[in-house]
């Protein structure tokens, strides 16, 4: 994706895009307390953490942000191929819930 630049005058000193293994999910939340947690759809493995659907989230902001992306999500992270992501306009919709970090699930 495009660079861009924050306009956010706060720092949070966990601030920016970040990735964690779902063995760290436990130390992430205690840790960080992710407002909220997002995944593609209802079927998704979230570790038994209550989570929206991306589309449902839209319009809204939260400090921090917990993703469990796609496959295809993943794909995009190793690959820096866009086409490799899937669906870029639910993956945005997820990306830009967060005011200060997003992180995301990466099995």
């Known amino acids: 994706m495009k660079s861009s630049i924050s306009r956010n005058t706060v720092a949070t000193g966990y601030d920016g895009i970040f990735f964690i293994k779902r063995d760290e999910i436990e130390a992430y939340t205690e840790s960080y307390k992710p407002v909220m947690i997002l995944r593609w759809s209802k079927t998704a493995d979230t570790n038994g953490l ?18 469990f992306p796609t496959s295809k999500m993943k794909k995009y992270f190793i690959t820096d191929k866009l086409s490799d992501a899937g669906d870029l306009s639910k993956l945005y919709v997820a990306i ?3 005011k200060y970090s997003v992180t995301f699930v990466i099995d």
């Not at 989230?57 to 942000?65: Q, Y």
């Open 96 to 98: 830009t819930r967060a």
């Open 50 to 67: 209550s989570a929206l659907n991306f589309g449902a989230s839209k319009g809204k902001t939260f400090d921090r942000v917990l993703i």
